[in-house]
């Protein structure tokens, strides 16, 4: 692939280690602020009505810490396309998620940044939370696509 | 799409001992987890909680209706609907008029076991309900520090709640296994958010207002059955 003149090697590394710092910062802080109340994240899981209970109650234990070392990797720049990966694809799952209650009528908060649950039903930002989930679905996308950045542990990300 | 330009691809032992160590906090984090929220059949259960209601702790176990209220002491919606509804709720346990079943929940964190265990302990020297009130009326910000199990006690011994028993099980954390077999239960019963009102089994609507407006809450019981 020919890259434009602007778009040089050091300037394109630099891009990636923003991306990287940014979808792993937002997947780290996003798993920490949950790993400390498992029954709030669990919660917030069941308030989608998607899975059986116990099957939500397991995915709500989980999934924190998941994120949190999902988050981890990002930051620190090691196997970044695989991490990249993951971090896309959770975020396209959610897309669904919020999408499926938005279409549902459920009034829930999408549980991101913990909270999560029931909400009256003018106080849902259904609209905020998957825009917010599409743009850092790009970011996966990029760091995909090219997950060599400026300042990673793994240099050769792969 | 040529990005190392030769460079060497990072060093594999580096790489594999990162994920490795990431992977080894994952597994044990989320197993801690499930574990912390797995009902326990060790767990101590105070004299006034009954397995069959839940774990939670019941007032006159063989009237109706049934009234179940799950709730966490650190949330301000639960301060609320104590304020609106729970001198009702306290004249109905002490009448003897339904059968009235606490379940504390600890959505909220560390600080709302402390709590709930302290409800426990309450619970053990017949002042369950000068606790909730009390506790509630004081409620501090969330996680700020102040419900430590020293800031349980000291809260506790100004609604008159006192005793070296009382302070040894709140120090021990000896309920803190019920609390959670408490929250296990709410998991599987479904209870999202708090507080979730039951009256007979049947969830109390939140668009009806009666969460936070006593005459709404009064028709319900009355409707209930309660004169």
Known sequence: MKLPNFLTETRLNWFGLIARLTLGGVIFVAGALKVTTPYKSAAAMRAYELLPISVANFFGYVLPWFEVGLGALLILGVSTRFSAFFAGSLMIVFIFAISSAWVRGLSIDCGCFGGGGQVAPGETKYLQEIVRDFGIALLGVYLYRRPHTKWALEPGSR | ?227
Request: aromatic share 10%.
């Open chain 2, 1 to 227: 799409m040529v990005n190392n330009k030769g460079k060497s691809s990072g060093d594999p032992i580096t790489r594999w001992l990162v994920i490795g160590m990431v992977a080894l906090v994952v597994v044990v984090g989320a197993g801690i987890s499930i574990f912390n929220n797995t009902s326990k059949k060790s767990a101590v259960i105070p004299s006034a909680a009954s397995v069959k209601d839940g774990y939670g702790i019941v007032f006159n176990g063989d009237l109706t209706p049934v009234i179940d209220i799950w709730e966490d002491f650190q949330c301000p919606s639960c301060k609320a609907f104590e304020g609106t509804n729970g001198d009702a709720l306290k004249a109905l346990a002490v009448e003897k008029k339904a059968k009235v079943v606490f379940h504390p929940l600890s959505f909220l964190g560390p600080e709302s076991v402390y709590a709930a265990n302290g409800a426990a302990c309450a619970a053990d020297q017949g002042k369950f309900l000068e606790y909730h009130s009390f506790m509630y009326a004081n409620q501090p910000a969330e996680n700020s520090g102040a419900w430590s199990n020293e800031g349980v006690i000291a809260t506790a011994a100004a609604a008159g709640i006192t005793g070296a028993e009382f302070e040894a099980c709140v120090n021990k954390g000896k309920y803190a296994d019920w609390v959670g077999n408490v929250g296990s239960e709410g998991s599987k019963q479904n209870i999202n958010s708090t507080p979730t009102v039951f009256i007979n089994g049947k969830e109390i609507d939140r668009a009806s207002g009666a969460y936070y407006s006593a005459p709404e809450f009064m028709k319900l019981l009355v409707a209930a059955g309660i004169k």
